[in-house]
């Protein structure tokens, strides 16, 4: 098995452009990159098709593939919410992300499924927990069609949103959207706190499009408590071996948070070179 190892556009200085993000991930040696999709610049909802294919050329020419597409905007437009104008939203979005992704010729998109609530956002909606499920499971079961469409899938991503908490539940809800182009979008470092990484590979199984590799170290507890790939509390060795046993052979992606105070592009480069201890690219 051969994993590919990518790092995500979340993990770049915020005043890098998407070029230079693109040069830098290949400058420090990644396979791929997984852009994110915005409100609003270069790559967001407002990008022509012209723009997108000028993107994809960025990266064709850099020698590096385009992963995969996240977004951020479902925190704004949640599709647990309990304002159909806001579910609405957030299918407007998933479709424009959606459409965006089969241009620059990436296979999966990123999805928050929404949130029952979040400790990180004041003053963010808190729904009844079965409405949320409800909300969503409708949300993703009506994008499911345009995802088969376009042959893009659909990643579902485990956040800390207080909904879709254990793998078993999370492996019930993508069955029951029922399709094939709906699945998980596993990041491995936000189950640390409450589980392990290595049980939700197992138990979802061929589920999981794609992979976020991040660390956390439970002691210090919150936000503060991610770190560093390989400073954590991840036992990697055993998600790689997880990872082998289900024959996942796609891009695991970094995505790291926080960034760094200070010379703010070595965190790519020190994010490579673990990800090579972590995949066996090094004797190191």
């Known amino acids: 098995m051969a994993l590919k190892k990518g790092i995500n556009a979340w993990s770049f200085p915020a005043d890098l452009s998407v070029r230079e993000s693109i040069l830098l991930a290949a400058d420090a040696g990644f396979d791929g990159i997984e852009l994110s999709l915005n409100a609003t610049g270069e790559l967001s909802l407002e990008s022509t098709e012209e723009q997108l294919r000028e993107i994809r050329s960025i990266a064709d020419d850099a020698g590096i593939a385009l992963t995969s597409l996240a977004s951020g905007l479902y925190w704004d437009y949640p599709l647990t919410s309990a304002n159909a104008e806001t579910r609405q939203k957030a299918k407007d979005v998933a479709k424009k992300q959606l459409e965006s992704a089969a241009i620059l010729g990436v296979d999966t998109i990123l999805i928050v499924p929404g949130a029952v609530g979040v400790d990180f956002i004041p003053g963010s909606e808190v729904v009844p927990y079965d409405q949320a499920y409800d909300n969503a499971l409708e949300g993703f079961q009506s994008l499911a069609p345009l995802a088969e469409a376009v042959k893009v899938a659909i990643g579902i991503e485990n956040v800390w949103n207080k909904f879709l908490l254990s793998p078993l539940e999370m492996r019930g809800f993508i069955d029951a959207v029922g399709s094939d ?40 507890g919150g936000l503060h408590g991610f770190v560093d790939l390989l400073a954590g509390d991840v036992n990697y060795p055993e998600v790689v071996k997880a990872l082998g046993e289900i024959g996942y052979d796609d891009y695991v992606i970094a995505e790291m948070i926080p960034p760094y105070t200070h010379h703010t592009k070595q965190i790519i480069y020190n994010t490579s070179a673990a990800m090579d201890a972590i995949l066996g690219r090094t004797e190191r």
Do not use: M, T
């Not at 589980?195 to 138990?203: D, K, M, V």
């Open 181 to 220: 182009y709906v699945g998980s979008y596993f990041d491995v470092g936000n189950v640390v706190y409450a589980g392990y990484p290595e049980h939700w590979i197992s138990i979802l199984n061929k589920r999981i499009k794609k992979v976020h590799f991040k660390d956390y170290r439970r002691q210090a």
